[in-house]
């Protein structure tokens, strides 16, 4: 089965009104996104509740996972098993005693929180942060790039996956890196053709992951 990870897309709905920010939605799940991360920092509990309603209507017919990015009392009102942790959005063992049978991931800024990841058989994947520098990520603790990227595969217990600046035609030296998905945010939602884009990135990581 395809790792859900594998080409995970981050929401930036920003001013985007809502049915056209969900036909593109629609459109990237067309064109072969494995997953869905909700993640709007200006957004109340309760905005973020109908989004996420309004997401998971939208990715159910893929059967494509909306993963819940900081809250796993959103994860748990929206009734979806999936959690992204940054390092300061709270514990793996609290979001487990919110919501026990999940899948996590979470984000490494640090060699000591590699380790830390390492000793944790709770975790689904883990994601470096940021390799390249981008303008959609703020306050990056960690620019790892390339060399960084693969000492941490070196060492990764779990699956590492990798965010940051990463465009088609950096994807083939992240993956040879060691990374084994990523997530995008600004190079889908940006591009001309998003489906197109969509398509090219998933073709690259089946040729280098397998399908």
Same mark, same amino acid.
């Given at each position: =089965? ?5 080409? =995970? ?21 067309? +064109? ?30 893929? *059967? /494509?996972?909306? #993963? #819940? ?38 984000? #490494? ?8 990841? *390492?000793? *944790? !058989? ?8 940021? $390799? ?20 941490? +595969? ?10 940051? %600046?990463?465009?088609? *035609?950096? $994807?083939? !030296?992240?993956?040879?890196? %060691?990374?084994?998905? $990523?997530?995008? /945010? ?26």
């Amino acid at each position: =089965m395809m790792p859900f990870y594998r080409l =995970m897309l981050i929401t930036n709905k920003g001013n985007i009104p809502l049915p056209e920010y969900l036909d593109f939605i629609k459109e990237c799940a067309d +064109s072969g996104i494995t997953s869905l991360q909700l993640r709007e920092k200006s957004l109340s509990f309760n905005e973020l509740v109908d989004f996420g309603e309004y997401l998971k209507e939208t990715l159910s017919p893929y *059967n /494509i996972p909306l #993963i #819940i990015n900081d809250f796993p009392l959103l994860a748990k009102a929206l009734k979806t098993p999936y959690i992204h942790l940054g390092q300061s959005d709270g514990s793996v063992e609290n979001a487990l005693s919110i919501m026990s049978d999940i899948q996590i991931g979470i984000s #490494i800024d640090t060699i000591e929180n590699m380790h830390e990841a *390492n000793c *944790n !058989d709770s975790l689904a994947y883990v994601t470096a942060s940021a $390799i390249f520098s981008s303008n959609n990520k703020n306050n990056i603790k960690t620019v790892w790039g390339l060399l960084g990227l693969k000492k941490l +595969s070196l060492i990764s217990k779990h699956p590492l996956t990798a965010i940051g %600046g990463i465009t088609l *035609n950096n $994807i083939s !030296d992240v993956l040879t890196h %060691g990374a084994k998905g $990523i997530a995008l /945010i600004g190079e889908i939602h940006n591009a001309k053709n998003k489906s197109k884009t969509v398509k090219e990135f998933r073709q690259i990581l089946n040729s280098y992951l397998g399908v």
